[in-house]
């Protein structure tokens, strides 16, 4: 068992620069904390792997289009979303810095582009 506290998570991924940082990791699931701040541009691509978010705190609007209809969708705290593997999605209008933990099915990149 493993237990991990969220404000250790968003300290670490601060240290390390970077938007996203993976914290767990096995064949079959990974596991990151996200984080845009009010403003920012989501530049993620669509993912090989089916995708979990779960709105931690912060406001936005979520736009997806996995399915060949596009939608935007108000999210904040609470908010927990699915993405199909493939599906072409981002987060946009961030009114709130966005604090976000997602989760892939296999672990991210584990399937071939």
């Known amino acids: 068992m493993l237990v991990f506290h969220t404000m250790e998570l968003r300290e ?3 240290k390390a620069g970077h ?19 009010a ?3 989501d530049k993620q691509k669509p993912h090989t792997e089916d995708e979990i978010y779960y709105v931690v705190s912060g406001r936005a609007k979520f736009f997806s289009d996995g399915d060949g209809t596009a939608r935007h969708l108000d999210v ?15 987060f946009h209008d961030i009114t709130e810095d966005l604090v976000l933990l997602v989760f892939f099915g296999p672990a991210e990149g584990s399937r071939a582009k």
């Open 12 to 14: 670490a991924r601060a």
């Open 19 to 37: 938007a996203y940082r993976e914290f767990l990791r096995t064949a079959g699931l990974s596991a990151g904390l996200y984080e845009l701040p």
């Open 39 to 41: 403003g920012a541009e």
């Open 76 to 90: 904040g705290p609470g908010s927990v979303i699915f993405v199909g593997a493939n599906a072409d999605h981002r």
